[in-house]
């Protein structure tokens, strides 16, 4: 032990370098480590964005059908009492102005007292999100 605090030599330039290596390697690993966790983080929460987007569309419009009683259906046009909901360039219009935005399909069926709602996202993934739902009209 006394030897090596008395040896002065310190370490070689191989030593050095061979430490600086595995330092870069650990480092390099480390950093796409965690640029890999950002990328992943970044693309569930767009995923989240555009499911919330599609559920608030829907529950919207799902209420306001449950509470009128002059509901018509045109070509994917619903109109409740005053209100028209129609699909133009992606995005869900409310009397013309954006209700929601980054909407892939709306499709609205009537039948009898049966309305069956549609409404998927504008996604690049294989499953887009989408909800589908089926309300029955009291007359």
Do not use: W
């Amino acid at each position: 032990m006394i030897k090596l605090l008395q040896n002065q030599r310190g370490v070689t330039l191989v030593e050095l370098l061979a430490a600086i290596t595995l330092l870069s390697i650990v480092l390099l690993l480390i950093g796409n480590v965690h640029i890999s966790g950002q990328k992943q983080y970044i693309k569930q929460s767009e995923q989240v964005e555009k499911q919330s987007t599609v559920r608030y569309a829907t529950n919207v419009i799902t209420r306001n059908i449950r509470r009128s009683n002059n509901i018509t259906v045109s070509e994917n046009e619903l109109s409740i009492d005053s209100d028209k909901y129609k699909l133009v360039k992606e995005k869900i219009m409310k009397n013309n102005h954006i209700f929601v935005e980054d909407i892939k399909t709306f499709n609205v069926e009537k039948k009898d007292k049966k309305i069956t709602l549609t409404i998927t996202s504008a996604s690049n993934q294989k499953n887009p999100p989408s909800l589908s739902t089926v309300i029955y009209v009291r007359e």
